[in-house]
């Protein structure tokens, strides 16, 4: 309750700061790039801050690239790059805009661009798009993650996916047809079910499924467990971000709760605890995982071999085949004094040129079409399936400003039924009256 009251207060202190300031619409008109490398005299140099959460060393070695290739591209423009902490990015970027000190580029969790946006705290960039943002080389269901009222507000950069990692010796030694490779042809979810129950072995500790990487945060509930929702036929918000209710409650979202619930607690093929690392480790033979832990298994497990000991297979289907799409991506400030030399650098990392350096050292997966038709390895098994399934199945969480309130009730609700064994009837009815009073006070 109190976090809620925070961040709706959050929210309205945004939006005051938003409206006492007098934002720049217009920025300053910069000339095209030349090619002379020389660097215009100090003071005429436009200087951007632009802040990002601190990654990894590829990623940051990436970004040290992108930023020193930017400015040799566009001398007249300095990028002040800042690093932050994970844990400590969401918290000091809001009190930046709060206090009406931002930075004029931001990177953003795509959840939560939203909340910015009804903030009015970010720079609208669909013009930018329409005008030189080759806005067709983005999937368009990718794109609508990043739009809010009809306006884009972030570009963004890369995606990930999860996809059906199964052990196949296991498979093999049960007897059980392998799955398909193919990205639109998946294995429903009672295929893996009845997969499941032949897999299982409760006297070696061996479970037949981990279904959503078992039960972490609020953000991991809504990449992990809102696809088996959409994939039953049901929905957990409306399609304008303001209601659960006749979503959360209906019967293909109860359908899909009942279904998730009854692997741990009727067939008990799944279990609420397991050891570290359980999948490479033999103790779970199939888990829903992501496009990154190919590379954690090549570095940390190098006798557990793609193609001999596992494999991967498209997401499970109920009714529709459905994923979560969405990664972090570049806003601009609405207080940027320079929107268009803000823009000129959105669009430098995010287009081509930049995608193109930016994946070539991360091995992320490219938003663009253009950069991943480049690279062989996007375009076969096993990274296909998580690339073909975003464009086809690709949905986004919930676009709406309230998305941390509404996720935590959704993770509640989750937790309470399948480990609490609460009604279903009940559980959601509870989720709903916390994402409807959270709505009330922010719109």
């Known amino acids: 309750m109190i976090n809620r009251f925070l961040t709706v207060a959050l929210v309205v202190l945004l939006a005051a ?78 009190t930046s805009i709060a206090s009406g000190n931002p930075p004029d580029i931001m990177a953003i969790d795509a959840p939560n661009m939203a909340s910015y946006a009804e903030a009015k705290a970010l720079y ?7 005008s030189d943002g080759n806005i ?42 392998l799955p398909s490779k193919d990205p639109e042809q998946p294995m429903t979810w009672e295929q893996v079910l009845d997969a499941a129950k032949k897999l299982t072995d409760p006297e070696s500790g061996v479970y037949g499924i981990d279904p959503a990487q078992g039960f972490q945060n609020a953000g991991a509930t809504a990449y992990f467990k809102y696809p088996i929702i959409w994939q039953f036929g049901g929905e957990v918000m409306s399609s304008d971000g303001k209601t659960s209710k006749g979503y959360l409650d209906s019967p293909e979202t109860k359908k899909a709760l009942q279904f998730y619930s009854d692997l741990y607690n009727k067939h008990k093929v799944s279990a609420l605890e397991y050891p570290p690392d359980p999948f490479p480790n033999g103790k779970v033979a199939m888990t829903v995982d992501g ?40 806003a601009i400030s609405s207080r940027s004094k320079n929107p268009d030399a803000a ?45 073909i399934q975003n464009r086809k199945f690709g949905r986004s969480r919930p676009i709406t400003p309230i998305f941390p309130q509404m996720s935590e009730a959704v993770k509640k609700m989750f937790e309470e039924v399948v480990i609490g064994k609460r009604s279903i009837d009940h559980a959601t009815a509870d989720a709903i009256q916390k994402i409807e009073e959270a709505s009330v006070e922010s719109y």
């Open 124 to 130: 609208p960039l669909t013009s930018y798009f329409k």
């Open 343 to 387: 823009w000129k650098f959105v669009n430098y990392v995010t287009g081509y040129e930049g995608s193109k350096t930016y994946v070539s050292i991360t091995k992320d997966i490219p938003v663009r079409y253009s950069v991943a038709k480049e690279i062989v390895e996007l375009n076969d098994y096993p990274k296909n399936i998580f690339v």
């Open 136 to 177: 067709t080389d983005i999937p368009a269901s990718t794109l609508s993650t990043y739009t809010y009222k009809n306006e884009i507000y972030m570009a963004p950069l890369t995606e990930s996916s999860i996809a059906l990692f199964y052990n196949k010796k296991m498979f093999e030694a049960k007897g059980i047809p």
């Open 291 to 330: 496009s990154w832990s190919l590379s954690y298994y090549a570095a940390h497990f190098p006798d557990f071999k793609l193609g001999e000991d596992y494999d991967i297979a498209p997401l499970p289907k109920g009714v529709r085949q459905a994923v979560a799409n969405g990664s972090w991506a570049y």
């Open 17 to 94: 700061a938003m409206i006492t300031g007098c934002s720049s619409t217009d920025g300053d008109k910069l000339s095209e790039p030349s090619e002379v490398a020389d660097k215009p005299p100090v003071e005429d140099r436009i200087t951007l801050t632009f802040w990002r959460n601190s990654g990894n060393d590829a990623e940051n070695a990436a970004y040290d690239q992108l930023v020193a290739g930017f400015m040799k591209k566009y001398p007249e423009i300095k990028v002040e790059m800042t690093p932050i902490p994970y844990s400590d990015y969401d918290t000091k970027l809001r």
